[in-house]
């Protein structure tokens, strides 16, 4: 007879701790014309900016909802306050940071992380960044992080122009266009040619309002010949209304380059993760997503990549941990768009105790994309019989000179395998969360060991209180 | 034929992307105003369509398609095993010439009993001009023990459409083969939809199809998985040339409750036009823990390997097309055990290779 497992609630204590919003400035809920005219008030923004967030207003008024993916009935924009300022500044120094903010980033470990192995680090609260930082030496290489607001004023104000929601235009679909309307904070990074950011930058976006969405826009240009690694973070603690994270992320991977993404997101379980994450890929460059999914109620998370230079690559390396109350949608997309070009998706998904884990991707060849292949890989794993797991692969091949394959499995954890640990003196829950660590090795090798360690923990909280 | 009818049919289960156009087929058609006329060999009687048994039954291409048929007035031709233990029909359907025409089709297999059902779809005018609209809808129903072999193939004229639609359900141990055979028309739209309601009931599904000039081939078969231990594969391979359109959606759907169940789904796909369009989407909808579901999809041109063996014995890209298309529809028939069938089908293509290439 087969054993079942009971996996118990998770312990997310770690993330799960608020700050009053004492002296917090924050808008009346809704998305009005008057709402995006005060924000733009409030971030100073160029005329240009002001009537492009009142012109997606109005493509956000005009576009339908997704007919598609998991339901987000609970969320009505009518009650989400678009914008909350804490009252600081953006600071260059943590000691300068308000003692509760800093707290909050302190328990997250981000100092911490900064001064271990990070070359630089911005830290968003709620609507601003409170905190943005950059090492003395890697700025003497010119490369530019800062905030987006301020970077518009500076010497990089056309760059961002030229580029901002150019990857993800605000007709894209309905949370692309709320973006444009009501975006605030994130990042600009800039690499310059020729050169290798050698460790990584991260950004960590903290949601702290209750009933709040953050709108955070991230980017990011990597030069002709230059690398980067950029780690995004991301968490809030749980309240009994729901928030929404509808940020957007834009890469432009220049001839030569490349470019590392990752991020470990772990919202909270009230939130509605409508993100939207884009990168556009030239030359002989590569894009490379490790993605960890284990937060949020709702998820529609899938990066995509344009590969619209010869010899470009990309490698998108997924997992997706669902589990009670929550339904995460995540996956990738990639558009071959030019000769010679290759991808390779490669996920895996986990769902426990009701949780809901699609799978989706599309994988587009267009005319001109002659000698480039794809290659797509989704594993799901089972843990109960009240979850749900679905894979929905797409394929679109218009070029007939490209090779495309496609795999994808689900399954249950393998009693030979449990009993086989056991017999060798692991309890059955050891078993179980050691199988399920190397069921999610292929993100963890590729994040640096801290974040490693995080994902891991990550799994064996998820994990706690299996039992034979 | 003029078109009066618009509907959407072939949807998947779930939708995905709607900028991707995949979640459903949009069809143009002619009111019946026609009936088809059909030769059948093997027991069998003409009923009301009103006193059908199988109303229940879910089909693949959808309800949406009676926006077509609601007008047909004619009968439904009903094939059953009744105690017997292996039995063999062979149906042979004829479209009117540029006519628009339906064939409903129910198909009870008995407690125990083995039926074999060959389908072929033909052009009564026997023209390679005309433009028949046939659309033909198969529904079955499998007791206990009960196994049904269905095996249909089209030889109608280049420019007819079809639509073909198959539904049933398998009750405890019962086995539902399918074989389809599609070289190629105007237009072909597929849809099976089986229901494996009992425990340790099966479904096979293989398909062979070649599809080119500006042809069109849009497919939607849906498994559900309802009984314990309960068994599929999904076998589809094809070719696809010139402009050709095609469009594969497969679903293996566990449902809760479906414990011990298996379900595989393989497609390959040889692109030799250079502006064919080649769209799949195979999902595997899981609400079970302890089963194992799969699926694996091959897409592209014929490899540098072999072309170099082709082109070792004298043969060019071309021909190596027409003989791995062939390859394809013979190795499905090879699966079929009826030699005049499967002669007519592989001369049929043949022939089709030799005036096109």
Redesign the interface.
Known sequence: MKEKSNVNDVDRSLYDFRNDEKETYRLNSGLTKDIVEQISTEKNDPDWMKEFRLKSLDVYNRTEMPNWGPSIEGLDVDNIVTYVRSNTKMKGDWSEVPDDIKDTFDRLGIPDAEKKSLAGVGAQYDSELVYHNIREEVAALGVIYTDLESAMWGEYGEMIREHFMKLVPPTDHKFAALHGAVWSGGSFVYVPKGVSVDIPLQSYFRLNAKGAGQFEHTLIIVDEGASLHFIEGCSAPKYNVANLHAGCVELFVGKNAKLRYSTIENWSKNMYNLNTKRAIVSENAKMEWVSGSFGSHTSFLYPMTILSGENSKMEFTGITFAGKGQDLDTGAKVSHQAKNTSSFINTRSISKDGGLNTFRSSVSMTKGSEGSTASVSCQSLMLDSISRSDTIPAMDIRCNDVTVGHEASIGRISDDAIFYLMSRGLSEEDARAMIVNGFCDNVSKELPLEYAVEMNNLIRLEMKGAIG | MTTDINTTINRIP?????W?K??EANVKWSTINSECKIDVDGNHSFVDASSSHMDDVISGVGTTCEAISSTFNGKTLELSSDNEKSSIVKVSIFSSNSKSSYCPIDVLVKTGCTMTVFMDYNCESNSDDSDDMLYVKTRFILEENATLNLIQSQVMSDPSSLINDVGGICNEKSVFNLKQLFPGQKQTYSGCNVDLLGKESEANVDIAYHVYSKQVNDMNYIINHIGKNSNCSINVNGV?RDDAYKLFRGTID?K?GS?GSVGHEVEK?I???????????????????????????????L?ESTLLYFASRGIGEQEAGNILALGMINALCDKINDEELTHRISSYVERKLQNEY
């Open positions: 779930v939708n995905t992307y709607r991707l995949m979640n696809l566990f809760n414990s796909v692109l030799l036009g250079k502006d064919s369009v080649n769209k799949t989407i195979p999902l595997i909808l899981c609400a079970e823990e302890d089963v194992v579901g799969n699926h694996g999809a091959s897409i592209g041109r490899d």
